[in-house]
């Protein structure tokens, strides 16, 4: 019983950990905008904002939300990059 508490409580720390470091980058990904640039850099941040916003609440469906938001804008940085003339 110990042992099965001791692991739930590991689990519970890391993903607490996955949580911070996720908002830590989505903090470092809106410095990294140049919000004067174009709408895309403004759109980006409020994109992030929100991110940030939903993982603050910590429930499942919103840390759900961020992870499928990364998946497909990883994707769509992957085709950009694929399609991008050397």
Known sequence: MK??????????????????????????????????????ALNLYILYDYLQRQLEKGGLEQIKEVLEVFTSLRKAWTKVLKSKPR
């Open 3 to 40: 042992k099965a508490i001791s692991s739930k409580k590991e689990k519970k720390k890391t993903a607490q950990q996955g949580i911070r470091r996720t908002q830590e980058i989505l903090e470092e990904l809106k410095l990294s905008l140049d919000l004067r640039a174009d709408e895309l």
